[in-house]
């Protein structure tokens, strides 16, 4: 199973990266290549097409409906719909109550922006887990001040095909029952947006890395990556505060980046 970061800057897209997007892939025992989107914010759509293949995704998985993390969707519909070798078959995608229609108001009215026919929209259930090729994906209910998901991303091991291994992706959470529990993950990729002191009035809506380590620790998580960092939140400060609480290794998520399982 291998993680590909299309888009890693938090709530916008900072000079350097797209807001979220995330790229799984695993080979399955014939060797076909399946991949799931998680999450594709403004501007992912850009570095998807460096590193994936728009046309040949085999779900999408969204964790909420703001925009720095769904946004981009609208303008996949338009590569997928109107590309020279005609349109291409619905695409599965998985999300929070009113996915479709939230991908519609972003769209807009004219029909040329339709996303009803690139996508097959399906409402998560967390006692249901997905199933698409050798990746297992089991939605977990976080705090955010919209309903929201974290996901667990279960698929076979790089090392050894038969073991399975666990990448868990917070999307955006406070802390919370539902983060303890996708931290028991071989890799948890962690939104860090706020700063211990800076944004101690908020409460609800993001972690520190102070409390994304405290995750980390009590989940027994093999490796620490800390994304969604905005522009104003340094990423050395997000690390430190991740150190303190957090023994294991820790890395920042930057465009491009790939760790394989």
């Not at 998680?38 to 046309?55: C, F, I, S």
């Not at 698409?132 to 667990?152: C, D, K, M, S, Y």
């Not at 505060?241 to 491009?256: H, L, M, N, S």
Request: negative net charge; contains cysteine.
């Amino acid at each position: 199973m291998r993680l590909v970061v299309l888009g890693c800057a938090g709530s916008y897209p900072s000079p350097t990266s797209a807001a979220s997007g995330y790229l799984v892939q695993a080979d399955d025992a014939a060797g076909r290549t399946w991949s799931v989107l998680l999450d594709l914010g403004n501007g992912a759509l850009g570095p998807l097409q460096k590193y994936g293949d728009p046309t040949a995704l085999d779900a999408i998985a969204l964790s909420h409906l703001h925009s720095d993390h769904v946004a981009d969707m609208v303008v996949l519909n338009v590569l997928r719909r109107y590309r020279p070798g005609g349109p291409l078959e619905p695409v599965d995608v998985w999300g929070p109550t009113g996915t479709a229609e939230r991908l519609t108001q972003i769209a807009g009215s004219d029909p040329a922006t339709d996303v009803g026919g690139q996508f097959r929209f399906h409402e998560w259930d967390p006692a249901a887990p997905v199933v698409v090729g050798p990746l297992t994906l089991t939605p977990v209910a976080v705090e955010h001040p919209v309903p929201a998901f974290g996901i667990r991303v279960q698929g076979p091991s790089d090392e050894d095909p038969d073991r399975t291994v666990t990448l868990a992706y917070t999307g955006d959470t406070d802390a919370c029952d539902g983060l303890d529990e996708l931290a028991r993950a071989d890799l948890l990729l962690s939104e860090a947006a706020f700063i211990e002191g800076r944004d101690d009035a908020v409460r609800g809506v993001h972690l520190t890395g102070r409390r994304a380590g405290e995750a980390a620790t009590a989940g027994g998580s093999g490796r620490l990556v800390l994304t969604h960092l905005p522009a104003w939140t340094p990423a050395e400060i997000a690390v430190a505060e991740a150190r303190e609480t957090y023994a294991g290794p820790i890395d920042v998520a930057e465009p491009g980046a790939t760790y394989v399982l």
